[in-house]
T-cell receptor, first 115, second 108 residues
């Protein structure tokens, strides 16, 4: 089974801090994704990557950046955390091919609170 | 614009059948996913419909009508462990448009 592991389940940070969320997958998937999940809203794509060092902006990239130096690892960075970035963050991966062509496999999520 | 709608919450009884609907307005639509998400856990893949019709997988079935912009997930012989949120996502022009999810509450 595909395993997508997110480094933290819960995280509390302060406004203005630089925050790193890490995600690792063990199935050699080319595509990796970062979403945020807020009550009453569908999953919103922040960034995705289809290969090492490649990245594409999603629907809400403002205030975020990403890094993919190795195929199995995709990091989400909040450059200067703000309270409106308090949310559940989900990482996902899928095999190569067009986005949405195959099911995505999700990690358990990181619940991030910015105080 | 692109939009996916599904009911916010539904309640059903253990052992019964429930149908969760999902309607979409998207351009370039070419498939619809259903995922299950238990509270505090990762969404897990249930089904993917590309063509019209019903696809059955054990107690769960998923239906798609492209002409009507409509899909449903049918859960039979409900069990308490089916209490979860069910997310639909439409594939459109190489991106996924996600619904907000339907929280399904199962009562004994």
């Amino acid at each position: 089974d595909v395993k997508v592991t997110q480094s933290s389940r819960y995280l509390v940070k302060r406004t203005g801090e630089k925050v790193f969320l890490e995600c690792v997958q063990d199935m050699d998937h080319e595509n990796m994704f970062w979403y945020r999940q807020d009550p009453g809203l569908g999953l919103r794509l922040i960034y995705f990557s289809y290969d090492v060092k490649m990245k594409e902006k999603g629907d809400i990239p403002e205030g975020y950046s990403v890094s993919r130096e190795k195929k199995e690892r995709f990091s989400l960075i909040l450059e200067s955390a703000s309270t409106n970035q308090t949310s559940m963050y989900l990482c996902a991966s899928s095999p190569s091919g067009a986005v949405g062509n195959q099911p995505q496999h999700f990690g358990d999520g990181t619940r991030l609170s910015i105080l | 614009g692109q939009n996916i709608d599904q009911p916010t919450e539904m309640t059903a009884t253990e052992g019964a059948i429930v149908q969760i609907n999902c309607t979409y307005q998207t351009s370039g639509f070419n498939g619809l996913f259903w995922y299950q998400q238990h509270a505090g856990e990762a969404p897990t893949f249930l089904s993917y419909n590309v063509l019209d019709g019903l696809e059955e997988k054990g107690r769960f079935s998923s239906f798609l009508s492209r002409s009507k912009g409509y899909s449903y997930l049918l859960l039979k012989e409900l069990q308490m462990k089916d209490s979860a949120s069910y997310l639909c996502a439409g594939r459109s022009n190489y991106q996924l448009i996600w619904g907000a999810g339907t929280k399904l509450i199962i009562k004994p």
